[in-house]
């Protein structure tokens, strides 16, 4: 296996920030760079959903961002690469925020604690407001609780701990004793006064819920051997490395 030095000297260009549009193709770039010296069989390239987040199908950000990966796609498939592409999530605009704390306290429930999983240092893709989120609640207030969620406009369903952990495979030791889904136009948040909007670029567009789940997966063979047989039921973001090796989980 031959040595690599600095990797950031592998791409003739100046290395993109978190939200540079071409980050993804950078990336992509990169990886390419480095799969033949490192005599990589098996490569796998994280992208940035950044552009996806602040510009919707159809708008020129989008285009360009789409006409650039397309030319990086061909320079695997020249390459002789096998290729899967696939989403993380859908990208549902989200017009909508509901501030479930703020429900909660209104509704005169002190116990509870809101959590969006979904909250991380990125705040320009979705100012950790998601379509998911877990409420910690004493016993007492849990049913309560409950009754007040879910008569929130926007939210779809409040499940248990339990039902949750069983429906949508979740540990249920890292949930809450509420399980919290919006609609597909909704986005819940702690209370209003904890996120700041104002560092979001285009409208928010968002995740975690149901209607997020439809993603697409992109490859450029038709899965053989035992993966074929995933395409006779529910494919997932997760089947994409079982149906590019040729086996199924």
Not at 66 to 89: E, I, K, P, S, T
Not at 214 to 240: K, T
Request: glycine residues 8%; proline residues 6%.
């Amino acid at each position: 296996m031959a040595a690599v030095g600095p990797i950031a000297r592998l791409v003739p260009r100046p290395v993109p920030s978190i939200y540079d549009w071409d980050l993804s193709h950078y990336a992509l770039e990169l990886g390419l760079a480095l799969a033949n010296p490192l005599e990589v069989e098996l490569l796998y390239v994280s992208l940035t959903d950044f552009v996806q987040h602040a510009s919707a199908p159809g708008d020129e950000l989008s285009d360009a961002y789409l006409r650039l990966l397309d030319q990086h796609v061909g320079c695997y498939l020249d390459g002789g690469w096998r290729l899967g592409l696939v989403a993380d999530h859908g990208m549902n605009a989200k017009p909508q925020i509901c501030y479930l704390g703020d429900a909660l306290e209104e509704a005169g429930i002190g116990s509870a604690r809101v959590v969006l999983p979904i909250t991380d240092p990125y705040i320009v893709h979705h100012a950790a407001l998601g379509s998911a989120c877990w409420v910690h609640i004493e016993d007492p207030e849990l049913e309560r609780a409950r009754e007040a969620i879910a008569a929130v406009p926007g939210v779809d369903e409040v499940l248990g701990r339990d039902e949750a952990a069983v429906t949508l495979s979740l540990p249920k030791d890292r949930i809450g004793d509420l399980v919290v889904l919006a609609d597909a136009r909704t986005a819940l948040g702690k209370t209003e006064a904890e996120h700041d909007l104002t560092a979001l670029r285009g409208p928010l567009r968002s995740h975690g819920g149901r209607h997020e789940q439809a993603v697409p997966l992109l490859l450029s063979d038709r899965p053989q051997g035992e993966a074929a047989a995933l395409l006779e039921g529910d494919v997932s973001n997760s089947d994409v490395h079982w149906l590019l090796l040729g086996e199924a989980a």
